[in-house]
């Protein structure tokens, strides 16, 4: 059974840090992308960053670039979401997701529960 488990949300002050990270298990990091969604209260889920495999390749949204950084870490089967500078309109529930690849094509989505994360004074 494939999970993914993110944790690491919580509330922060503007200008604070925060790193989340999306643990998966029922699956082997092989050849996927990882990625990290935000949804706020009463908009459209959106894609934050995400993280290709084999290579690393990134792709950041242009709010976050600079700010925030995806990483992963093969060996753990664990997506990073470094978040520093934080400002009050990142405020939003952090969602990871897996799509699987296999032969060239989409094989499967997975999403994990969300992370609240809101930044605050």
């Known amino acids: 059974q494939v999970q993914l488990v993110e944790s690491g949300g919580g509330l922060v002050q503007p200008g604070g840090s925060l790193r989340l990270s999306c643990a998966a298990s029922?699956?082997?990091?092989?050849?996927?992308?990882m990625s990290w969604y935000r949804q706020a209260l009463g908009k459209e889920r959106e894609l934050v960053a995400a993280?290709?495999?084999?290579?690393?390749?990134?792709n950041y949204a242009d709010s976050v670039r600079g700010r925030f950084t995806i990483s992963r870490d093969n060996a753990k089967n664990t997506v990073y979401l470094q978040m520093n500078s934080l400002e009050p309109e990142d405020t939003a529930v952090y969602y990871c997701?897996?799509?699987?690849?296999?032969?060239?094509?989409?094989?499967?989505?997975?999403w994990g529960q969300g992370t609240q994360v809101t930044v605050s004074s």
């Open positions: 997701k897996a799509v699987l690849i296999t032969r060239g094509r989409v094989s499967d989505v997975y």
């Open positions: 029922g699956f082997t990091f092989s050849n996927d992308v």
């Open positions: 993280i290709g495999n084999p290579g690393g390749n990134t």
